[in-house]
């Protein structure tokens, strides 16, 4: 069984942290009272396998428990192969998403200064805490679904003090060909989730269907982003809407062509 197996905190950053009894976990700040606990950083809560810690001690380290500056110690869990957005269940509250997998290496941190080693940068991951609760030693961990909707990228923040790096989720866009009676109709860039009712949606507001009885037959290749919709009738989509349209996301819709050849055809519009 996944579990916890110590919660660790430090009253500063860079030192190792001292396990405790339970911690609490805060909604989108981290472990209360831990240094690294910050509500305008992605890595609010540091994981790290028991399994790791082991590697180093057989290699002759007297190392433990937040050694590493980790907050959480697991077991049972191969933590790096978690892709960021996972969910991660501790306990009967707790919610996590991962949002780093490792980080840089630095110099000045405890362990490193002490053995000329660390190991958190190459097998540590980090988190945001999406539902708080109480965390403790022996609380079980299940891994949920990857979030495919968003991702993390990376942020310059410009105010009046002057500039700041961050990370922030973000929505994944997502290409989408809508094939119509064997025609190619459109590509939509799209969230990358519910491509039936996107397609099916798109279809009726451009007027190509009137009633879901017309449709026959819908395929979806997700991984290549294809939505096949066949329907009773079979009939082609009229000549004039069948030049090869992308059809771009934002506030209101622009509509980017193929070809040059495609944009020639087109009105100009006056504003």
């Given amino acids: 069984m996944a579990k916890i197996i110590a919660v660790c905190k430090s009253e500063e950053k860079g030192t190792r942290k001292k396990a405790v009894a ?5 909604e989108d700040y981290g472990l209360v009272g831990d240094a690294h606990a910050d509500c305008c950083t992605h890595r609010q809560v540091s994981l790290l396998a028991m399994e790791s810690i082991d590697k180093m001690r057989r290699l002759g380290f ?6 590493f500056a980790e907050n959480l110690t697991t077991q049972g869990v191969e933590l790096m192969s978690l892709p ?16 780093q997998i490792g980080k840089e290496c630095h110099s000045g941190c405890a362990i490193y200064q002490e053995i000329g080693k660390c190991i958190m940068p190459r097998e540590g991951i980090f988190a945001r805490v999406t539902h708080g609760g109480c965390v403790r030693a022996g609380d079980q961990i299940k891994i949920g679904k990857v979030d495919k ?4 990228f990376p942020i310059l923040k410009f105010t009046e003090k002057g500039s700041s790096s961050t ?10 060909i809508i094939i119509l009676n064997n025609h190619e109709l459109v590509t939509l860039l799209c969230s990358p ?4 009712y996107l397609a099916v949606g798109f279809l009726f507001s451009e007027g190509f269907l009137k009633s879901k009885d017309e449709i026959k037959k819908i395929m979806v290749d997700d991984r290549r982003g294809v939505v096949w919709v066949e329907t009773e009738k079979g009939e082609e989509p009229a000549d004039e809407v069948l030049f090869e349209r992308f059809i771009t996301s934002g506030c209101g819709r622009g509509t980017s062509f193929y070809s040059a050849a495609d944009a020639q055809g087109q009105v100009k519009v006056e504003s």
């Fill in 22 to 26: 339970e911690g609490i976990l805060k």
């Fill in 62 to 67: 007297e190392v433990g428990p937040g050694d």
């Fill in 84 to 99: 960021v957005g996972t969910k991660i269940s501790v306990g009967k509250d707790v919610l996590l998403e991962v949002t």
């Fill in 149 to 152: 909707e968003t991702e993390t």
């Fill in 167 to 176: 990370e922030d989720i973000v929505a994944k866009e997502f290409p989408l």
């Fill in 193 to 196: 989730a519910n491509l039936k």
